[in-house]
């Protein structure tokens, strides 16, 4: 059983910069590709970055585009999502999830494991 525990959320000003880690347990964190969701408070949860199990394949949603760097490393079993240039409408619980295949999905429905959630919150 996978599991995965997200840490790094935070209070922010726009502008600033917080980096994300979702650190993995419990499988080959190489055979997994890795995404990161989010949910504003009601608002549907919404794709914001996937990496492939190997590193070698990314997306990102429009509205990250320049901003969100997403990366996974597989010797420490972690992704990390880098967030410069941050906005207010960027606030939101992100989630980290988990899914066992080479491609990259982007709806939260093909994902089979979940991390609890990290607050980030960026003030104006």
């Known amino acids: 059983q996978v599991q995965l525990v997200e840490s790094g959320g935070g209070l922010v000003q726009a502008g600033g910069s917080l980096r994300l880690s979702c650190a993995s347990s419990g499988g080959t964190f190489s055979y997994y590709t890795m995404v990161w969701f989010r949910q504003a408070p009601g608002k549907e949860r919404e794709f914001v970055a996937a990496?492939?199990?190997?590193?070698?394949?990314?997306d990102s949603a429009d509205s990250v585009k320049g901003r969100f760097t997403i990366s996974k490393d597989n010797a420490k079993n972690t992704v990390y999502l880098q967030m410069n240039s941050l906005k207010p409408e960027d606030t939101a619980v992100y989630y980290c999830?988990?899914?066992?295949?080479?491609?990259?999905?982007?709806?939260?429905?093909?994902?089979?494991?979940w991390g609890q959630g990290t607050q980030v919150t960026v003030s104006s």
């Open positions: 999830a988990a899914v066992r295949s080479s491609a990259v999905f982007t709806t939260p429905r093909r994902y089979d494991y």
């Open positions: 990496v492939s199990w190997s590193g070698g394949n990314t």
